[in-house]
């Protein structure tokens, strides 16, 4: 049997980044409509100051309608790379350029409904050059040891899937901790 397929997708409504679009599949000799988010993906990082000292941004976000706590982030902008955007994102939101990236891996937050992966990254060798967020960013930096913001994913104060995701990816392949 032939492997699925998206055969057509029809754009519903355009916004300032994404399109939700109507997808087409075509399986088993059937078809049948999917609704789509089409995201260009995004890049999350964990910028180290020292070895046990990372960055974290208390941000507000109306997703939820409430502030949380996160890593810097961001989407990636036309003709960008992953890489491109994190050393942007990490500049923009802590006001650190990062002398050395180390890619952890990507994953896929909602493959159910959109098209957004996700690369992680660990920043380090980091340069102070002065935070530059963009207007409609509602953030405030704040240093916290990684032991710490570890606790916090398990204490559910960090709830913030990519934040949580990045965390522990980097715990369990660099540090093998057992969570």
Request: glycine letters at 8%.
């Amino acid at each position: 049997m032939a492997e699925p397929r998206i055969v057509e997708r029809r754009v519903l409504c355009r916004g300032r980044r994404f399109e939700f679009c109507s997808a087409i599949v075509e399986y088993g000799g059937r078809r049948f409509s999917r609704d789509l988010l089409l995201h260009p993906g995004a890049v999350v990082a964990i910028p180290f100051l020292d070895e046990e000292k990372i960055v974290l941004l208390r941000q507000w976000r109306p997703g939820c309608n409430c502030w949380l706590y996160e890593l810097p982030a961001g989407t990636l902008e036309p003709n960008e790379s992953p890489e491109e955007t994190i050393r942007r994102e990490l500049v923009e939101e802590t006001g650190y350029r990062p002398g050395q990236l180390e890619l952890l891996g990507y994953f896929y937050p909602s493959p159910g409904v959109s098209t957004e992966k996700i690369y992680v990254y660990a920043a380090y060798k980091l340069e102070r050059v002065g935070a530059r967020p963009e207007e409609d960013e509602i953030l405030k930096p704040f240093v916290v040891e990684f032991g710490r913001a570890l606790k916090m994913v398990l204490e559910g104060e960090i709830v913030d899937g990519k934040t949580m995701i990045a965390l522990m990816l980097y715990a369990m392949r660099k540090r093998k901790h057992a969570l």
